[in-house]
């Protein structure tokens, strides 16, 4: 497929009544906090909100008030090069490492895979990705490997890759899974992949006029049906509609306000905004209304201009990893003036009969209503104290939106539910 690009799209703002302007910023490094690195490479989140953060010489666990360290030599942690994290829904933390494969901690004891132990093919990990399934999809320099649990499935550039599925590179920077099990995989030099269990898509720059045949990072904007691509030299892409088909956006500098076109990391908060790291020109932020927003050393608290890993946490808050100048975290007021930022997060998803709900203004008797695709309403209910937790209605397999009604007006949210 030749893919399109056009010039940036206005998006319409649907979670956040505003970003506020006044912010706080906080600084965490190897003086500050104890860190055994100011150069971070990843960020991950637990489902108790516990932050567990990847350096280069060494894994961080932080509760809110007190950092705690992990090395090779005093723990089962095999190597100190830490590339990726990843936590699944047991509140195992998964951590890839530069050359010794996979290791799994899960709050008392260690385990893992590598090459010796398991199918993986490369102990040098590039991206651990934890699906809605629990299957994990690990990167390197040898293809992908999956583990559902049960199986390995192994895709490369080879004959032997699974079902027979190719990639046109072996090269695996990041992956990412929609809810229905479509599968994103950015490579190094061997363009951008679509993989489902029948087919594989890839599009390069030579055959398809791809911007970038490396990209950094994928996410998936499930709420708008959109992806969002990293590049290390041609900013950032935007696919709207379906992903066989759909049209590319690409921002850079030359038709954007975005501070650079070498993007390593990506993020997307509960409002829709693109929270995104470079290479030298700090944090940017593409807002919901298509404007830009450039944090970096000069005009915020960040400590360093270098952007390896953002992370929204559960409580909104932004993590920002450095290269060079530790940890920053990034906090917005409840309120100011007449600007509110207001945010929820749900999980599982996708669900079923029971949704789990926290965030700001949620009370134990909050109410909630349902609608579906067409607008119309199909269930409604208060908040559960338990959890807090919502029990929704018997309907079909589908997007729903789901309205929730807070101290501080309404929010809307996009949950798909597969009974």
């Known amino acids: 497929m030749k893919c399109q690009l056009s010039l940036p799209m206005m998006m319409i703002a649907c979670l956040y009544t505003g970003m506020a302007t006044a912010q706080t910023w906080e600084v965490f490094d190897m003086n500050s906090a104890g860190l055994p690195s100011n150069s971070i490479t990843d960020i991950a989140e637990d489902s108790q909100g516990i932050l567990w953060v990847g350096t280069n010489w060494g894994l ?10 992990y090395q090779a030599g005093s723990t089962g942690l095999p190597s100190n090069v830490i590339r990726s994290v990843a936590v699944d829904s047991s509140d ?63 895709y490369n550039m080879s004959d032997t890759s699974y079902a027979g599925l190719q990639l046109h590179g072996n090269t695996v920077e990041d992956v990412a899974v929609r809810s229905d099990g479509l599968v994103a995989i950015a490579t190094q030099n061997g363009g951008f992949h679509y993989l489902t269990d029948t087919s594989v898509q890839f599009l390069t720059t030579y055959d398809d006029q791809f911007p970038d045949n490396t990209q950094n990072a994928v996410i998936f904007d499930e709420v708008n049906n959109e992806r969002w691509l990293a590049t290390p030299a041609q900013g950032l892409l935007r696919q709207g509609g379906g992903w066989a088909d759909g049209p590319w956006f690409q921002y850079s500098t030359n038709n954007s306000a975005i501070p650079s076109n070498a993007v390593n990391c990506l993020d997307q ?15 940017g932020v593409r807002s919901t209304n298509g404007t830009f927003t450039n944090y970096v050393t000069d005009n915020s608290g960040l400590p360093n201009n270098t952007v390896n890993a953002i992370h929204i946490a559960l409580d909104g808050s932004i993590w920002i990893g450095t290269g060079y100048g530790g940890l920053a975290k990034l906090t917005f007021p409840e309120a100011v003036g007449n600007t509110e930022r207001r945010t929820l997060q749900v999980y599982p998803i996708p669900c079923s009969d029971r949704l789990n709900i926290r965030g700001h203004g949620l009370l134990a008797n909050t109410p909630w209503v349902l609608f579906d695709d067409q607008g119309r309403k199909v269930g409604s209910g208060q908040v559960g104290g338990d959890g807090p937790t919502i029990q929704l209605p018997a309907v079909p397999d589908g997007m729903y939106t789901l309205l929730v009604l807070t101290g501080g007006g309404s929010i809307a949210l996009h949950v798909p539910i597969v009974q």
């Open 92 to 154: 195992r933390v998964w951590v890839g490492t530069q050359l010794n494969g996979v290791a799994i901690y899960d709050g008392q004891d260690w385990s893992g895979y590598n090459t010796d132990n398991s199918p993986l093919p490369d102990n040098e990990v590039n991206c651990i990705t934890i699906d809605h399934r629990g299957w994990a999809w690990i990167g390197g320099y040898l293809g992908v490997a999956c583990f559902t649990g049960v199986d390995w499935r192994l």
């Open 60 to 69: 961080v666990r932080y509760d809110g008030s007190t950092w705690t360290v």
């Open 269 to 283: 908060d509960a409002g829709g905004n693109i929270w995104f790291g470079t290479l030298l020109a700090g944090v």
